[in-house]
């Protein structure tokens, strides 16, 4: 009796948790830890999906950005794209400038010439034989201007020649006897180089150049028309699904103003997607 009296008296007002309570607490910490992760883990992947998105919308910005900086040294009315397929495939084709300027003495009549005379460029532009560059004078015709011949708006140039001096005055000598086909209204000239083209083709973009003019535009499926290997060949970008999509489109020039290149372009990656549509002002005219 006073062994138990004395535990008794050792252990006054001890109170303990029933299992129910212990179950619950448990419960409700494991929601509230399920809720808490789950959050941290929905912040953490809405963070890597903004993040992707976002890479991915600069990638296809720059890729907007090169092709719509190109195309504005792009010889007047040398634009043209070939049919949009189904899968999305589709060609943009102009011819680059490296200079314009304006003629004084160009051929235009009887059998025509082999040289003429032009307004110095600015910056300072000259060309040694063989230049392998073209003069293109008022090309108002897309078609003319890739078939060449004579007369027509391109001829082959030879050489730029600068002779220096105060007069101002450049000659442009052409590799053969050539008639141009209709004088600018301003006198103006251009200095072209060889045609670029910009592909989409199994999802990837792709860059051509120094393929020659072809009359009729040469897209991959043309047999030995593009080339198929570096540096004339040059990926561009990855993973672009422009399935049932119209990635080039040309908006006819009107009255109150120049041509329109309409740019749509469906960037994927990580199971992100990122549509960017561009319009190109053209602000180049004959």
Do not use: W
């Not at 000259?126 to 003069?135: E, G, I, K, V």
């Amino acid at each position: 009796m006073r062994l138990r009296s004395a535990i008794k008296r050792s252990c006054p007002g001890q109170h303990g948790f029933t299992i129910i309570e212990i179950v619950i607490t448990l419960l409700i910490s494991s929601i509230l830890a399920i809720g808490i992760v789950g959050y941290i883990g929905d912040a953490i992947e809405g963070f890597a999906t903004s993040g992707n998105r976002n890479k991915l919308a600069t990638s296809g910005r720059n890729v907007v950005d090169r092709i719509a900086l190109e195309l504005h040294n792009a010889v007047p009315n040398s634009i043209r794209v070939s049919a949009a397929q189904g899968t999305g495939d589709q060609c943009l084709e102009f011819i680059p400038f490296i200079g314009a300027s304006n003629y004084r003495d160009a051929p235009f009549t009887g059998s025509g010439g082999t040289d003429f005379e032009a307004i110095d460029f600015n910056p300072v532009l000259t060309l040694t034989s063989p230049a392998d560059r073209h003069a293109v004078i008022y090309p108002i015709n897309t078609q003319d201007l890739y078939d060449g011949g004579s007369p027509g708006p391109r001829a082959l140039i030879d050489e730029l020649e600068d002779t220096g001096g105060a007069d101002g005055i450049v000659t442009v000598r052409l590799d053969a006897t050539h008639r141009f086909s209709r004088r600018s209204p301003v006198d103006r000239f251009y200095v072209a180089d060889q045609p670029v083209s910009f592909c989409l083709e199994g999802g990837q973009l792709f860059r051509y150049e120094d393929y020659g003019f072809q009359s009729t535009q040469c897209t991959p499926d043309t047999a030995a028309c593009l080339p198929e290997t570096a540096p004339d060949r040059t990926l561009v970008s990855l993973s672009i699904d422009n399935s049932s999509l119209t990635a080039f489109e040309i908006l006819p020039a009107t009255l109150r103003r120049n041509a329109i290149i309409s740019l749509d372009l469906n960037f994927t990656e990580s199971g992100e997607v990122v549509r960017i549509k561009h319009e190109v002002l053209m602000r180049n005219v004959p």
